[in-house]
């Protein structure tokens, strides 16, 4: 799987039943009913987080030319990447309409006629919608889409720079949440200058390293500053009668996030998914023969009834098809456990339990301790494949003082960690000479030298072949 890694995830999308990519227009894909259902759960998950302290709102998905245009560093950053739309039906429009690439364009100047007062703040509001970007680099489903699907994207504001810090550290703290119920291993980093958001005064990223050894970014939050609040005049009295700017920030995942989940804790089998966000947490597969086949399908569903009770999401595959190929079939889309009764198994009173996480199988008693044992084996399995790929993760970061030492590193699949001045043009060189990109800082030091140049090292940074 990793020696063809790109092979492997788009076999899988289309074999699992995830997305169908075959739409007739590029870098726009299909969502498949298996593949919506994780979507659907991952989704539930960061709405949960974000719901304790935002608001959900929704706004229209065009933004007026005259809108996109006011803030020239913002829209020089999205420029290529707007797709418009210049007539309704047969009549040319008066303004130019862009399908949102993101919302700031789109949400600031209503916050400019919200936000009156000190006491209006901080406005704290997400939006769950489709996003639009005619991306230049190669498109790649889930990872690099020009409709993007279930882009969730939050904007606040704020009366003091120091809440707004605040804001950006609560952002990483959900986004961590997150990632952790879907076993995400994560590399947190404040970009480079020359790779912050359009408009922003930094821009804090969370990576995931792929199976492959390349990075993928998978989540983003911006401290806007005043840069916006400027462009759209957003203005608040505060306490004293003053007339002050606010302070802003925002913060966006898409679904790229299941590509990271299907990519890296799935194997050779198919999917491996964590039980948070698997469609099917429990699999029952019963083995039929001739004889005793009404009871054992009695059985089954009468399992299936008191696992649901408890809440969990079960499928029985009644199918009539081999086994054998129930099994693989699950074992591709990673039901986190098969339990499989057959005749003998309910003369037993046994049902016999597979994690797919790690193969193992045991026998679970038939009776009132059933559910509490499948939710133990459930947890079991969301722990170790959170484990196993916090593990990848460890063993694949990589120390060096060494320039030309990256390349072999990296090129072994590892992201590399080395010490580095800050200077943006050492910075550019540094990328030059390797060929890859520095994802950001991710620690300071106050001893060591530079990398690439004689001046004091401030930071620990990170490089690596990114999508
Ligand atoms: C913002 N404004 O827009 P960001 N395909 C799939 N996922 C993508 C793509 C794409 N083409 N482009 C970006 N993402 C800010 C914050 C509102 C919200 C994902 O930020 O441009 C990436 O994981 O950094 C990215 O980290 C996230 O959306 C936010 O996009």
Redesign the pocket.
């Known amino acids: 799987m990793v020696e063809n890694f790109d092979e492997w995830f788009h076999d899988i999308l289309e074999n699992a039943n995830i997305t169908d990519s075959r739409y007739p227009i590029k870098?726009m894909a299909v969502w498949m009913p298996y593949g919506f259902q994780i979507r659907k759960h991952s989704m539930n998950i960061i709405k949960k987080l974000l719901d304790k302290d935002h608001e959900e709102v929704l706004f229209p998905m065009l933004v007026p030319e005259t809108e996109l245009a006011k803030e020239g560093i913002h829209v020089k950053g999205f420029e290529d990447e707007v797709y418009w739309v210049t007539q309704g039906g047969q009549t040319p429009l008066n303004e130019k309409l862009a399908l949102r690439?993101?919302?700031?364009t789109a949400i600031y100047p209503m916050y400019a006629l919200w936000i009156r007062t000190h006491m209006d703040l901080p406005i704290k509001y997400y939006q769950i919608v489709n996003?639009f970007?005619y991306?230049t680099k190669h498109?790649r489903p889930?990872?690099?889409?020009?409709e993007?699907t279930t882009?969730k994207?939050?904007?606040t504001a704020h009366a003091t720079k120091e809440e707004s810090d605040d804001q950006i550290q609560d952002f990483i703290k959900i986004y961590k949440e997150f990632f952790d119920d879907l076993g995400i291993p994560y590399l947190i980093s404040k970009r480079p200058e020359w790779d912050k958001?359009p408009g922003a005064d930094y821009?804090m990223?969370?990576d995931v390293i792929m199976p492959n050894g390349k990075t993928?970014?998978?989540?983003?939050?911006?401290n806007l500053g005043q840069t916006f609040a400027k462009t759209f005049d957003i203005t608040f009295e505060d306490k004293d009668g003053e007339h002050k700017l606010v302070y802003q920030t925002?913060?966006?995942?898409?679904?790229?996030?299941i590509a990271s989940v299907i990519s890296v804790h799935g194997d050779d089998k198919g999917l491996r998914l964590p039980p948070k966000v698997s469609p099917n947490q429990v699999t029952i597969i019963p083995i039929l023969f001739k004889k005793g086949k009404e009871e054992v399908l009695a059985k089954c569903s009468q399992i299936k009834q008191q696992l649901e009770a408890k809440g969990l999401r079960v499928e029985l595959d009644d199918r009539d098809i081999r086994p054998g190929k129930k099994f693989n079939d699950w074992e591709l889309k990673g039901t986190a456990i098969k339990l499989e009764l057959g005749p003998r198994d309910l003369e037993n009173n046994i049902t016999i339990a597979m994690r797919r996480d790690e193969g193992e199988k045991i026998e679970l008693p038939l009776d009132d301790t059933l559910a509490d044992n499948v939710m133990e084996l459930l947890d079991k399995s969301q722990n170790n494949l959170s484990q196993t790929a916090w593990n990848f993760k460890k063993e694949h970061v990589k120390f060096t003082e060494n320039l030309d030492e990256i390349t072999e590193l990296v090129e072994a699949g590892n992201v590399v960690e080395f010490y580095w001045c800050g200077d943006e043009t050492i910075g550019k060189e540094i990328e030059e000479k390797t060929g890859y990109d520095i994802l950001g800082i991710h620690g300071e030091i106050c001893e060591g030298k530079c990398i690439a140049s004689d001046n004091d090292a401030r930071y620990i940074a990170l490089i690596a072949k990114t999508y």
């Open positions: 870098g690439p993101t919302s700031e996003t970007r991306e498109t889930l990872i690099r889409v020009r993007i882009f994207e939050a904007h958001f821009t990223a969370f993928l970014q998978i989540g983003t939050i911006h925002c913060a966006g995942v898409s679904d790229r996030v």
